[in-house]
């Protein structure tokens, strides 16, 4: 990842980790970017997360998953926190809010969204869709995971980003 990081860095731009877990990338990303901003919604991670980012600046945490809608939707917390996700289910162990990345950073700052990696376990395309305006507006890099071509398709056609992958689950939008 600290490859795509150096690569699409913009020491006057914003990049974004979706699904920050407990901020390995959003630490890697700190060097290279005006400002991070890391989404996780677990409680569990999201204290990690705190603990991990504490003492970098220019870093800052919101403790919500990312979505297509602004409110509270269900979430299940697994004991490998890395499996973690959204859900229809109203079993989930946990509600926690969730919110548009568009209506929360919005496009009319003027620090440019430079680079978002997400990664938020097959639930990509309503984060995607929610933060439609700022990939029309910025067109960050878009590192992702993908499973079934799904993301990568949204990509190319809503935005036509041309899809390099990475390994065998993860690939960039460029």
Do not use: W
């Not at 860095?9 to 920050?20: K, Q, R, V």
């Amino acid at each position: 990842m600290l490859t795509y990081i150096k690569q699409y860095s913009n020491p006057n731009g914003i990049a974004i980790d979706i699904g920050a877990h407990i901020g390995i990338h959003s630490v890697n990303m700190a060097p290279y970017f005006k400002q991070v901003i890391a989404f996780e919604p677990n409680p569990i991670t999201f204290r990690m997360l705190h603990k991990n980012t504490a003492s970098i600046k220019n870093i800052t945490l919101v403790p919500s998953a990312a979505g297509d809608y602004n409110g509270i939707t269900h979430f299940s917390a697994s004991a490998m926190n890395c499996q973690s996700k959204i859900t229809d289910t109203a079993t989930a162990t946990n509600a926690v809010k969730i919110v548009r990345i568009d209506d929360f950073i919005g496009t009319t700052q003027r620090v440019p969204v430079s680079f978002i990696k997400i990664d938020v376990e097959g639930y990509e395309i309503q984060a995607f869709k929610g933060m439609y305006k700022i990939i029309a507006a910025y067109r960050p890099a878009i590192v992702f995971e993908d499973h079934t071509g799904a993301n990568a398709q949204y990509l190319k056609t809503t935005h036509q980003y041309v899809i390099t992958k990475i390994n065998k689950t993860n690939y960039i939008a460029h």
